[in-house]
């Protein structure tokens, strides 16, 4: 049987050039390297500069992804952006990367499922592609969180930072077993009665002020574990496959505790993981494909690799995704 998979063809990413290090947070808050190393795993994050927008490091993953993919980008007919911090209330900052890629022949729209976005994109662009209404799409994550972070508010500020990453679709043939290139499968679930745990305490239709992140941290914690460590149980299991066939787990970084003990009750040694939460924190909708970008540009993550990504953010929402490179 000849089914169509969407192969990921490139990868990309994207840092702001300003890092801020714990030592440089502890100097204007009471806070030390120690407490976040030790309770996060983050050593650094990068900030966007002043007037550096979404768009523009969106912009940037995305044209580092169309590179590595060998595409024209007039064959680019479709741009996701996964974000939960916008240029604009509208319209979708996909549109406004479009025109930055000259993208002419694509459809845009924004995806926003907080740090779940890039799981949710790949999905959506995913089932495009097997339905036929898409045959290349671009497929981005995308934040400046340091733009909705109360930096008054240690226990959530030094948690986050700015970045981007990105993949490029193709629809290939397949022959519908686990050994085809591209996606696999997906998996996605939310949770809207969890709203309190993680928001942002505004908006156009509420305040009509933009508004600063809000975590329950610990609660947060809690529901990280078990759902991300379910969602990932329920990839496998569709495919009839085990944690032993993943070549490489690549969580969403939100905490390096939380990845830790997500890999443990999967069963996935340490050494199978992709951990970028030291360096770039946590980044939202653009720490897998960071992620990815990282692992490819190292060569762990090879052609054929069965990669494992999952995450769970805002909402609340989660997911899962099995890629076979
Ligand atoms: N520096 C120093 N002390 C701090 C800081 C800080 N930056 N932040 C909080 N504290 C203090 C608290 O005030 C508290 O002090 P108290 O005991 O005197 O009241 C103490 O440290 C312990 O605080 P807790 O909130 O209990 O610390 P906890 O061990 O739960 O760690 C953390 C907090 C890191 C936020 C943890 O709960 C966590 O990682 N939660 C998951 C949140 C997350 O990853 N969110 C990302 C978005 S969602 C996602 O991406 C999955």
């Known amino acids: 049987m000849t089914v169509r998979r969407s192969v990921v063809v490139g990868c990309g990413g994207y840092l702001p050039e300003k890092i801020l290090t714990n030592d440089e947070l502890a100097q204007r808050l009471d806070t030390s390297d120690e407490w976040i190393r030790d309770r996060s795993g983050i050593t650094q994050r990068h900030i966007a ?34 974000t939960s911090t916008p240029d604009e209330t509208f319209p979708a900052t996909a549109t406004v990367v479009q025109s930055k890629l000259g993208a002419d022949n694509a459809m845009s729209f924004d995806i926003q499922a907080v740090c779940s976005g890039f799981v949710y994109a790949l999905a959506t662009a995913d089932n495009f592609i097997k339905s036929g209404q898409a045959e290349t799409a671009m497929v981005i994550g995308a934040e400046t969180f340091s733009r909705i972070l109360d930096w008054q508010d240690r226990g959530t500020c030094v948690l986050f930072g700015d970045g981007a990453g990105a993949v490029v679709l193709k629809a290939e043939p397949g022959q519908g077993t686990t050994a085809d290139r591209g996606i696999l499968s997906t998996h996605l679930h939310s949770d809207g009665r969890l709203h309190d745990l993680l928001y942002v305490d505004g908006g156009p239709s509420s305040t009509g002020e933009v508004g600063f992140l809000r975590m329950e941290g610990k609660e947060v914690f809690r529901h990280a574990v078990v759902k991300m460590a379910e969602v990932t149980v329920e990839a496998l299991e569709a495919n009839g496959l085990t944690a032993s066939d993943i070549d490489w787990f690549v969580p969403h970084q939100a905490n390096k505790r939380i990845i830790d003990g997500t890999a443990k009750k999967l069963g996935i040694n340490g050494d199978r993981v992709v951990v970028t939460i030291d360096q770039h924190a946590n980044t939202s909708a653009a720490s897998i494909p960071l992620a990815l970008w990282v692992a490819t540009r190292d060569d762990r993550i090879k052609r054929d690799n069965l990669v494992l990504i999952e995450a769970l953010g805002g909402g609340m929402t989660w997911g899962s995704g099995l890629v076979r490179w």
């Open 49 to 82: 500069a002043e007037g550096e927008l979404t768009s523009d490091l969106a912009f940037a993953a995305a044209h580092s992804a169309l590179g590595a993919a060998g595409v024209s980008v007039q064959d680019i007919d479709m741009i996701l952006l996964a």
